[in-house]
């Protein structure tokens, strides 16, 4: 297994555009999560899966943002109407629980998006 | 709410010994993480402390005191590679309605510090 995968790895759009990324976890990975993260800042929660099941998502995660994972596989992250406040690396994660159950989250290289 | 802090930015030489300090202050804490993140990389793990005390691990130590909210993370023989941004993480505990809505372990996502941008100089 080569780890998360993320594509694409850049993305440059116009405003009012949708764009979508996807994310494939490492396979015996049950929960994946996706952060987003500006310059000079920490990764920000936004959303987590517990198999296809989306158990939590932040406050960031407005009205335009849908993450999927429908069969409890990779995920995919659509931002419709995209606007120059969206322009971020959207990290990908996941992590197993299977013992010892820590929390570490495996990363994957992040796609960043740039909205014109 | 949450809030880790930690400092933005901390220069060091080759070969010395670096600390950086993570303080946070949050209900219900479970867990802290130490992260590494290259520029244009991904975070990658570094250290994992839930007990007081201090992990070793080769040239990274961590250190955790629950009751002070406090972390540290100890590089030692700094390498030009060492140059990244040391991200801090903790996980909390959840309340037990939470946790068997949220998801079948008992601890929150991960909430990330803004990092502390460490440059070695030669």
């Known amino acids: 297994d080569t780890g998360v995968s993320q594509n694409p790895r850049h993305k440059i759009t116009k405003r009012g555009q949708n764009v979508t990324f996807r994310c494939d976890p490492i396979?015996?990975?049950?929960?994946l999560y996706w952060y987003r993260q500006t310059l000079g800042q920490g990764p920000e929660f936004l959303t987590y899966?517990?198999?296809?099941?989306?158990?939590?998502k932040s406050r960031l995660l407005s009205d335009r943002f849908s993450a999927e994972r429908p069969k409890g596989s990779f995920s995919t992250l659509e931002i419709q109407r995209t606007e120059q406040g969206d322009s971020a690396m959207y990290l990908c994660?996941?992590?197993?629980?299977?013992?010892?159950?820590?929390?570490?989250?495996?990363f994957g290289e992040g796609s960043r998006l740039t909205v014109l | 709410g949450q809030n880790i802090d930690q400092p933005t930015e901390m220069t060091a030489t080759e070969g010395a010994i670096v600390q950086i300090n993570c303080t946070y202050q949050?209900?219900?804490?479970?867990?802290l993480f130490w992260y590494q993140q290259h520029a244009g990389e991904a975070p990658t793990f570094l250290s994992y402390?839930?007990?007081?005390g201090l992990e070793e691990k080769g040239r990274f130590s961590s250190f955790l005191s629950r009751s002070k909210g406090y972390s540290y993370l100890l590089l030692k023989e700094l390498q030009m590679k060492d140059s990244a941004s040391y991200l801090c993480?903790?996980?909390?505990?959840?309340?037990?309605?939470?946790?068997?809505?949220?998801?079948?372990?008992?601890?929150?996502?991960?909430?990330f510090g803004k990092g502390t941008m460490l440059l070695v100089s030669p």
């Open positions: 994660a996941s992590s197993s629980d299977t013992p010892p159950d820590t929390g570490e989250l495996f």
């Open positions: 899966f517990q198999n296809e099941a989306q158990l939590e």
């Open positions: 949050t209900s219900g804490f479970n867990g």
């Open positions: 396979s015996e990975h049950n929960r």
């Open positions: 402390n839930v007990l007081d």
């Open positions: 993480a903790v996980t909390l505990r959840l309340q037990a309605q939470l946790w068997s809505r949220s998801s079948n372990s008992g601890y929150s996502t991960l909430t």
